[in-house]
Every structure is written in C-alpha cells, then in structure tokens.
C-alpha cells in the first residue's frame, strides 16, 4: 500500500515529460530519422484531445514578402524529388538543413498518393516550417484534391509503398499509446484503429483511415493546417483554379470549412467547394493542354475581383514541358510531374523576385538520366523567363 501510494505522485509528475519523450520518439522512427524543432505554436494541436483547444488561426492573405517568394508544384509521395527541388531553389543545403534565411515557399498541395515517401514528406515540410521560421522565413503548405480525397477514404491513387508506410506508423503509434498507458498520471489512450467493417486482413486500409479520417491523428496534426486558397502580394495560390463563384462565396471562408472538416467539425463529405470539376481542387480550365484554350476572359474575371491580383499560380495538371505561363503570364502552371509516380520528371520551381519578376529555377539536363538536381554551380544555367502563351504538353492522370 505504501508502495503505490508513493509511487502514485511521482507518475503524475512526469505526464508532460513521459508524452515529450514518446511523441519524439514515435515521431523519430516515423519520419526516418528526424528530430523536429520545438514547436512556435504556443498551443499544441498535435497531441491535445478532440475539442479541447479552439481550432488555430489558418492565415488566408500575406502582404508581398521582402524577399524570395518561391513556388513548388505537386510532390506525390516523392521524398527524394522534393528534397531536390528544395535544393533547386536553395531552401536546403546538403543536410537538407533550411538555408533559404527570409524565403517564404508555397507548396501548392498534393503531397500524398502515387509514391510511398509521403508521412516522410509532411513530417519533413514541418521540420522545415519550424527552421524557416526561426530565421524569418516561411513555409506554407496547401491542400490539393488527393489530400480530400484521402481524408474522405478515397484511396484509389493509394500505392502499395503507401499503405506499407501507414502500416508501419500504425505499428509505432500504438506503441507509443501503450507506453502513455502505463502512468496513471496520463488518460488512458483509445485505439485509433479500432475501425467495423473492415477484416483484420485489411490492416494496411485501417492504418490510412484511421490517420487520415477527419480528427485523425495525421490528418489534424498536418493538414489541417494546409491552406486551401492563399493570396500573397500581387499572386493567388490554388491547387486547381478559382472560378468568380469561389471569390464570391469567400476565401476566408473556404479556408475555415476545409479546416474545420478535417478537425472532424463539419459534415460527412468535403466541403461543396472542394469537390467536382469546378471545385478549386480539381479546376482544369486554366491549365488545359493548348494555350488558345484557356478561358483567358474568365481568368481575367476572377483577377479583377481580387484587388491587386495579377496572377493565378495552379498545380493539379502535369505540365510535360515544365512550368510555363499562358493568358500574359496571369495563369502559371507548375505541376510538373516530378515523382516517380506520375511523368519522372526533372524537378522546376517558380520564383518570384521582389519587383514580381518571374523566372523557373530548372534542373541541370546533364544528370536527367540519373534523376539529379544541379546544385549551386550550376543553378545559374538553369534559370528562365517565362514565355507568354506558350503551348505546353500535358499528361492527363486522373485525379
């Protein structure tokens, strides 16, 4: 008796510590080895319960940055390849240490599917949030339609690599809920995969919904805190396009429902918004394969009711040829098919300079056999203007 009552407040004193130590370590052999910075969240939405923190401000307009702004299209799945094209635009050195000082870069969403890199990925953009910000730059992350789809349950891009990783976190988050469990000083932790319906074969399908659910564990934790529409300076960001319809309903507003959603606050499916060929996720009206075939009045329509809009900055459609410019350069399309999983193609990101000039930071041709990126000696060779009107070469992928 003596013996647990002693033992009984020194298990409630350590709480805190005991849940530090295990989400660093779950997080550690989860994310292939890296230790993430502390959070300059005051709030901790990561590791709090459902319900018991106000939902986190998710910022829709930021003035035009002092310095870089820069443009990375869709991921995939495909850590080598972004890493890559971070190097591209020197954000990381050869540590794949953040080095891009007061940068601000955009990810303009799609980071799952197709590939098998992509918990390894998100856990490495927030590492890299948490640097950039510690030097006066930042990262922000967007959602595209295949992080909806996901958190839907539409897994019909899923790859076996990316169940395999989702198994494995299954594996290690259970493991770290089970060592939470032994202080009496701590709740005790519900199985997040404790899902009906699905056979015990199926644990690999338990393991993503179960993360990726609205108010799962990596669904709240990473992409809740994704953009869906984003304005910067004189440049809108949307993974698909923006119809005058979306304008009107409310960026703002589009932004808080995707958010809320994905913190298990709304309805069943998606917002409206977010789903269909009109939705601002799955838009294909300004990226089509001919120049002479984007709506370039539409486009022209939905700029003028965003004071100060001058362009439109879309991922979602693989442009064969690389990033390129239609409409006067008011509609940039970046997607450039870069894992492996989609065309292989060589990594390209857009900057934009201070006077709003832009210009593509492109691969070195040299290594295109061997899937390398030019690094600093090389990166002056590989810069660009965009040209306006030019007629890309697509490759169609559904979804």
Known sequence: MG????????????????????????????????????????????????DSLPSPPLRTRYPAPMGRLVAIGDLHGDLEKSKEALRLADLIDGSDEWIGGSATVVQIGDV????????????????????????????????????????E??????????????????EWYRLGQAMKGLCEGLEKPKDPL?????????EAFRARIAALRPSGPISRRFLSQNATVLVIGDSIFVHGGLLAKHVEYGLERMNEEVRDWINGLGQKHAPRHCRGRDGVLWLRKFSVELAKNC?????????ATIPGAKRMIMGHTI???????????????IDVGMS?????????????????????????????????????SERKEGLGLLIPDRGPTQVEVKA
């Open 295 to 303: 709506d370039c009045s539409a486009l022209e329509h939905v700029l």
């Open 112 to 151: 799952l599917d197709r590939g098998g890199d992509e918990l390894k990925i998100l856990y490495f953009l927030e590492r890299l949030k948490r640097q950039a910000a510690r030097t006066g730059g930042t990262v922000i992350t967007m959602n595209g339609n295949h992080e909806i789809m996901n958190v």
């Open 319 to 333: 442009q064969k040829v690389g990033i390129n410019g239609v409409c006067d350069n008011r509609a940039i399309r």
């Open 194 to 202: 404790a899902f009906r319906g699905l056979r015990d074969s199926d």
């Open 340 to 376: 492996k999983g989609c065309n292989n193609g060589l990594p390209e990101v857009l900057e934009i300079s201070g006077n709003s000039e832009l210009r593509i930071l492109k691969s070195n041709p040299l290594f295109e056999n061997k899937y390398k990126v030019s690094l600093h």
């Open 3 to 50: 013996t647990e009552s002693a033992a009984t407040p020194t298990c409630e004193g350590v709480p805190k510590l005991l849940t530090s130590f295990v989400d660093t370590f779950i997080d550690f052999s989860v994310s292939g080895g890296l230790f993430l910075p502390p959070n300059p969240n005051p709030l901790n939405y990561e590791t709090a319960p459902e």
């Open 153 to 170: 349950g539409d897994f019909r891009c899923v790859t076996k690599e990316g169940l395999e990783e989702f198994e494995v976190w299954a």
